[in-house]
């Protein structure tokens, strides 16, 4: 029996690429598989968006360009993130297409480029309010685009931004669609100027929020792993959550009424119960301050987490009668029966997103392809 795996389900990923790119229409798919694949193994999930009918991907780091460039050397990668100059050399090396904003950068990258031997198609990246990379000179993008036709060692290949409040419809008082009619016409003048240059500004949440986002390519990672953009029920928008988070039940002890479970005694029976242990902790990324405040399925219903959790387990609260036995299947994320608990709901508790819950799941837990179930 495994201590702890992450289940993955890649026909799940599959599936939701092909939801995306439904809702994409001509516009490609380029799946986001930076940070291992949101956690959740960023090789066997790219394989599966390929299939899925993604046509390019993108990272945020050289290191990240490597594995997936190494591996996939005829897909097109987008590195997004700011580099190095020793980080150029090795996102080149990788074949990896790479993101511009500012002239010294360009030089610097058409330099390294002429040393790899081959020319490197560049994203210029504009910043149309997000407030992170990028410029937010519409005529400086321009220039770049020029600058970059215009020396052999370098192509323009892209033009894109990035939403800050796709995500948020709720709060953002229209500032999503200012970013679009910012950058709209800066899409419009690289493309007059630069035909078949790629526009790409939509995330996952973007694609559902709007078809104006779309353009040439959506990146869209969050949503392939079928995670809700909203923090809402990703099954409403047809995806489906690809990873499950298991371990078991490794003992079944009675717990006298006042005894304790765990580091500083914060929980005690109050009467006499069943407490089972769970060989998973805050070392394998159940989180710390979810100490109390979650549920963990066994025979495909809750039980309370009690006590503190420890780095390597947790204690859960089986009831004054229980038919658990030691060997239990128990499940913290992903379903077991006709129970369910979601990313979302533990983003919900620890007021954070399942982005960081995924992404959380530390590098000590096996990631194993197969059903949700
Ligand atoms: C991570 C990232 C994405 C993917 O966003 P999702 O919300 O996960 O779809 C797209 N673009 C940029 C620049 C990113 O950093």
């Given amino acids: 029996m495994e201590r702890a795996i992450a289940r993955i389900d890649l026909g799940a990923v599959r599936a939701n690429c092909e939801r995306l790119r439904a809702e994409l229409g001509e516009a490609r798919l380029c799946a986001v598989v930076k940070a291992d694949g949101y956690g959740h193994g960023a090789d066997a999930v790219a394989e599966a968006a390929l299939a899925g009918g993604a046509s390019s991907f993108a990272v945020a780091t050289a290191g990240e360009a490597r594995l997936i460039g190494r591996r996939f050397q005829h897909v097109p990668l987008l590195t997004m993130g700011a580099l190095g100059v020793e980080e150029l050399d090795m996102v080149l090396a990788a074949g990896s297409e790479v993101a511009v904003w500012g002239e010294d950068f360009r030089a610097v990258l058409a330099d390294r480029a002429r040393a790899s031997g081959r020319p490197a198609r560049v994203h210029l990246k504009f910043d149309s309010g997000m407030g992170r990379l990028g410029t937010f000179d519409p005529d400086e993008v321009l220039a770049l685009a020029r600058a970059c036709d215009a020396d052999p060692h370098l192509k323009p290949a892209g033009v894109w931004t990035h939403f ?86 490794a003992a079944v002890k009675r717990f006298p009424a006042g005894q304790s479970a765990g580091y500083g005694r914060r929980w005690r029976a109050a009467e006499d119960t ?28 809750r039980y309370p987490l009690v006590g503190t ?12 009668e229980t038919e658990v036995e030691p060997g239990a299947e128990a499940v913290l994320i992903g379903r077991q029966g006709e129970e369910e608990i979601r990313a979302e709901e533990i983003a919900a508790r620890l007021a954070t997103i399942n982005y960081e819950v995924t992404c959380g799941v530390t590098a000590r837990v096996p990631r194993v392809p197969g059903e949700g179930r």
Avoid at 276 to 286: E, H, I, K, S, W
Avoid at 309 to 320: H, K, R
């Fill in 274 to 301: 069943w407490v089972g242990v769970v060989p998973l902790g805050y070392g394998d990324g159940v989180r710390r301050a979810l100490s109390g405040d979650c549920d963990v399925l066994v025979g495909g219903r």
């Fill in 309 to 320: 959790i420890s780095m390597d387990n947790l204690t859960i609260d089986l009831g004054s």
């Fill in 164 to 249: 800050a409040t796709a995500d948020e419809p709720d709060e953002d008082e229209g500032y999503f669609f200012e970013q679009l009619d910012r950058f709209e016409p800066v899409a419009a003048a690289v493309g007059a100027e630069f035909p078949g240059i790629t526009v790409h500004a939509a995330n996952s949440a973007a694609v559902f929020r709007s078809e104006r986002s779309h353009f040439d390519m959506a990146r869209c990672g969050v949503a392939i792993y079928g995670l809700d953009p909203f923090q809402d029920d990703p099954r409403s928008r047809g995806l489906e959550p690809a990873l499950s988070l298991r371990s078991y039940v």
